[in-house]
């Protein structure tokens, strides 16, 4: 080949892999953009959902019936705080957990509902949370947990040694997400939970508290789906 035809033919291949070139880095920029805005209103749109799936469930307050049953946890066994918070689960994963109900007795009183309304979780609290969801629940002796987590500081901040969180239900509340509903029973004391004192607890959460939230939840949206 020929000096001239071999320039020729470079010009040729760079006249084509330039523009192709150009083509290629507008249409990364651009899928990165999309990519980006995709991330945010994805981000929107969980953060609305929150923020409606919690305002609605603030109300079961008003649900004596929970009340009574925590009640009757705290007559009978030696827990001394029991919170019912929320996580969203579905276009992302769960990053945030929302404090919906709490009670407490004999204790300083700590606003959990306030302090804990949309609170960003790190990895060690989100597994903690699947893992509960998948068994049914999990016992959490605080001085065993690792340092870092930002569980343990809540803990630690409150004063609590032992707590036992609970998988209360899950619900589907449009086509893409799902609401997921713990339960955390904590107590104060240096000794774990007896048998006893968790049979007591799953026996409330079974009877009255999950059917009092399903309760809630659909007479408040008819349209949210039964898991």
Known sequence: ME????????IGLTSTLIPAYWVHKEKKKNNEKDKKIAELESQLT????????VDRLLDITLLSEIKTAVD????????????????????????????IFEQHKGVDKISAIARYRNLKIDDE???MLKKAERNGDIELEVSQ???????KQIYMIEGVQHSKVT?????????????????????????????RDKTIAS?????????????????????????
């Open 3 to 10: 000096y001239t035809t071999i320039v020729i033919a470079i």
């Open 46 to 53: 969980e953060a609305n959902v929150r923020t409606e799936v």
């Open 72 to 99: 009757v946890v705290f007559q009978e066994t030696s827990a001394d705080r029991y919170l019912i918070l929320i996580a969203l689960n579905g276009v992302t994963d769960f990053n945030m957990i929302s404090v």
């Open 125 to 127: 609290y989100k597994s």
């Open 145 to 151: 947990m690792p340092d870092e987590s930002i569980l």
């Open 167 to 195: 998988f209360l239900l899950r619900k589907g509340i449009d086509s893409g997400n799902d609401v997921i509903v713990f339960s955390s029973l904590a107590t104060h004391s240096e000794e774990p939970f007896s048998s």
């Open 203 to 227: 026996t409330q959460n079974d009877a009255v508290i999950v059917p009092a939230l399903k309760l809630m939840i659909e007479s408040t949206n008819p349209y949210i789906n039964a898991k």
